[in-house]
Structures are given as structure tokens and as C-alpha cells.
């Protein structure tokens, strides 16, 4: 059974929900204006035989707003600070999207708390994600435009590949949108924005020394692939797995592939069979 409480964290409070009672621990980290439920067809996987956290960042959802701008920094010590709280001295940490580049800091700032990591469809040069094309601009404008379903409908059309929205329904995928998206309080989405624009991690990614996984997504328009195998470059040892057909939401997408990926490395981390950290 999931618990929803609070944590007292740093000069905030951060709304959590934690999964499975016995395991390795896996911290979850989300992306741009989302809330950590957004994980949830990923969680179904790795809460068995794992202990599990995601949450909202500061300004998002049941967390306190912020108070002024934010910062990659800021949001890693956000993260390292829940762990404090559950009473984690280690865990094995992934992100996805701006959640994947809040992890690249956890892991650079804080290395001693981290036992493996998983960057998914994310980035180490956050200003380099403004080099877009039009059609993606295009695509992009629709969900400021119409109704919230319009908006969210137009949002899925930006995250998710057609082949996904086909085979999920496109109805159903606006529903689970509607609980994950447009919850951040007055600012955050501004505040968000300019700490992905003030990312950059290229040149310390070397000094990354833990088993890293970077997982990309061939069809994905907002954080194309090449930024993924950027990272992927960078840290040494690191695996590479791509999903050629993906859009920016593979976790959705392609949510029991990229558990069962991230179980593993888990596992090769613990000295566990595979099959047992699944």
C-alpha cells in the first residue's frame, strides 16, 4: 500500500509516496512541471523487490511553492534531503528529462549517496534543447491553446509517439495527463525552465564513477536522442539502450522494458540475479 506524506526538507516540504517493503532502494526523479506520480506504470515494476520513492518537487503538486528561483543544484539537494529523511544513506537514483538532469547533479554533488543511475531522454546541455525545429515549435504552441483537454490532448500529441497514442488511445492518455500535468504552483513552471537553461554538466560527466545507465528515444522531438548519447559519451562504462520507435515518453511508452533495464542494473549493482531484483 502506498503512504502520501510530507517531508520536511531543506528550507521546504516535499510531498512523497514511497512503494515495496524490502529491497534495494531506488530513488525516482521527475521532469519539467510534472508530478512524481507520473512514474506510476514504471513503479508497478520496480516496487517488486525493490523499495521505491518518487515525489514532487518544490512548487509542484502537494509540495510547498517556491520561494524565488530554483536551480539543478537545488532540486539534487532536494532529492539527497528525502533521502535523509527516509533514513537512506544510499540509493540507486534515476531521472527522467529535467529529473535526468537533477540526477547527473545528485550523482556529481552528492556521489557518496549513490549507488547506480539512470538518465532517461535527458540531457547534459539544457540550452542546447533550444535548438529545435519548427515543427516541434508548432506542435509545442498547441498546448498553450483551447481547453484544458485541447491543451493536454495537443501535449500527449508532443510527448508520445503516434504508434503509443494509437495503441493506448489517445483519450486514456489525456486522463493520466490530467493527474500528472498542470498541478505547479504560480512561478515554478518559470523557475523550471531557467534551471534547465542553466544546466551544464558536459565537462564533469567524466568524473561520474558509478554504474550509469542513459536510455534514449529515436523519435523523441523535445530532447532528441543525440543529447542522450552525448551523456552516454561522457561517463565512462556507461550503457547505452535506445528505443528506435519512442517518443520523450518512453517511460510510458515503454514502461516494462525500462524497469526491467533499470532492475538489472540494480541488480549487477547488489550482486543479485536479475530475475530476483524484477
Not at 82 to 108: C, E, K, P, R
Not at 189 to 210: N, P
Request: proline letters at 5%; glycine letters at 12%; charged letters at 20%.
Amino acid at each position: 500500500e502506498c503512504r502520501l506524506p510530507v517531508a520536511p526538507v531543506n528550507d521546504t516540504e516535499l510531498h512523497y509516496e514511497t512503494a515495496g517493503d524490502a529491497g534495494p532502494p531506488i530513488l525516482l526523479v521527475m521532469g519539467l512541471r510534472a508530478r512524481g506520480l507520473a512514474w506510476g506504470p514504471a513503479v508497478e515494476h520496480l516496487a517488486k523487490g525493490h523499495r521505491v520513492v518518487w515525489f514532487d518537487h518544490r512548487g509542484i503538486g502537494g509540495s510547498k511553492p517556491l520561494q524565488g528561483p530554483t536551480s539543478m543544484a537545488q532540486m539534487a539537494g532536494d532529492a539527497v534531503g528525502l533521502m535523509d529523511h527516509l533514513g537512506w544513506d544510499t540509493a540507486h537514483v534515476a531521472g527522467v528529462s529535467m529529473g535526468g538532469m537533477v540526477s547527473q547533479h545528485i550523482v556529481l554533488d552528492h556521489p557518496a549517496r549513490v549507488r547506480s543511475a539512470t538518465f532517461i531522454a535527458t540531457t547534459a546541455h539544457g540550452r542546447g534543447l533550444l535548438q529545435t525545429n519548427l515543427s516541434t515549435l508548432w506542435r509545442y504552441s498547441g498546448t498553450f491553446f483551447g481547453s484544458r483537454e485541447r491543451r493536454l490532448a495537443a501535449l500527449a500529441r508532443l510527448l508520445y509517439s503516434a504508434g503509443y497514442l494509437e495503441r493506448a488511445g489517445i483519450e486514456n492518455v489525456v486522463k493520466r495527463l490530467m493527474d500528472a500535468f498542470g498541478h505547479d504552483h504560480p512561478g515554478t513552471a518559470r523557475a523550471q525552465v531557467a534551471a534547465v537553461g542553466g544546466h551544464d554538466t558536459r565537462a564533469r560527466l567524466s568524473e561520474v564513477r558509478v554504474p550509469s545507465l542513459v536510455i534514449g528515444a529515436g523519435a523523441d522531438c523535445i530532447v532528441p536522442e543525440r543529447h542522450g548519447r552525448l551523456v552516454h559519451g561522457g561517463i565512462s562504462g556507461a550503457e547505452y539502450l535506445a528505443f528506435p520507435e519512442a517518443a520523450h515518453g518512453v517511460l510510458a511508452e515503454e514502461s516494462e522494458a525500462v524497469s526491467a533495464r533499470i532492475s538489472s542494473l540494480v541488480a549487477s549493482v547488489e550482486g543479485q540475479p536479475a530475475a530476483q531484483a524484477a
